[in-house]
T-cell receptor
Framework: DAGITQSPRHKVTETGTPVTLRCHQT?????MYWYRQDPGHGLRLIHYSYGVKDTDKGEVSDGYSVSRSKTEDFLLTLESATSSQTSVYFCAISASGGNQPQHFGDGTRLSIL | AQTVTQSQPEMSVQEAETVTLSCTYDTSENNYYLFWYKQPPSRQMILVIR??????QNATENRFSVNFQKAAKSFSLKISDSQLGDTAMYFCAIRDNAGNMLTFGGGTRLMVKP
């Protein structure tokens, strides 16, 4: 299995608080991704990174920011959490684009009350 | 923009039988890649099989195979000799040649019955 660790695995917080989710990889892969999973929507891309300090927006980026200061770490931040951001968040990594599959972490369940 | 549609929200199959999950997609790219992922109750996302659009031969991985119809933009997954461990959500996904975006369908929940 790809070496991907997401932390925390579960979090409950209140509306308006900042939240940071961490994704750590041991595979030295160039690409890292953050997705959210909601019923009926499959997984939707929030942001991705194609190198240290190189990031770009995905399909549902509003309300989220990311940072990648090291190859192995990709952080997802909710500056002021809202109830609509209650979801399961997945990190994924990929060695390169094209036919290389993305390998996923185990997910973080985030509940915003 | 790419879209993926899985028209079967839920399916069931008897153990040892064969089941086919449907997936259609839309893309303006000529070169792209298609994937099926499995998500069991443990929530892990597990790659099942992948197909390059420029390859006409259908991909096969043990009991899993695909029927790739490029002109029809269809990419169905066939599971042979279904096992109880195949019970899961199955997601179809497309990735363009640049590889920066993986677009998923809404998923099909498969139940394998003993």
């Amino acid at each position: 299995d790809a070496g991907i660790t997401q932390s925390p695995r579960h979090k409950v917080t209140e509306t308006g608080t900042p939240v940071t989710l961490r994704c750590h990889q041991t595979e030295n892969h160039r690409y890292m991704y953050w997705y959210r999973q909601d019923p009926g929507h499959g997984l939707r891309l929030i942001h991705y990174s194609y190198g240290v300090k190189d990031t770009d927006k995905g399909e549902v980026s509003d309300g989220y920011s990311v940072s990648r200061s090291k190859t192995e770490d990709f952080l997802l931040t909710l500056e002021s959490a809202t109830s609509s951001q209650t979801s399961v968040y997945f990190c994924a990594i990929s060695a390169s684009g094209g036919n290389q599959p993305q390998h996923f972490g185990d997910g973080t369940r985030l509940s915003i009350l | 923009a790419q879209t993926v549609t899985q028209s079967q929200p839920e399916m069931s199959v008897q153990e040892a039988e064969t089941v086919t999950l449907s997936c259609t997609y839309d893309t303006s790219e000529n070169n792209y890649y298609l994937f099926w992922y499995k998500q069991p109750p443990s929530r892990q996302m597990i790659l099942v099989i992948r197909q390059e659009a420029y390859k006409q031969q259908n991909a096969t991985e043990n009991r899993f195979s695909v029927n790739f119809q490029k002109a029809a933009k269809s990419f169905s997954l066939k599971i042979s000799d279904s096992q109880l461990g195949d019970t899961a959500m199955y997601f179809c996904a497309i990735r363009d040649n640049a590889g920066n975006m993986l677009t998923f369908g809404g998923g099909t929940r498969l139940m394998v019955k003993p």
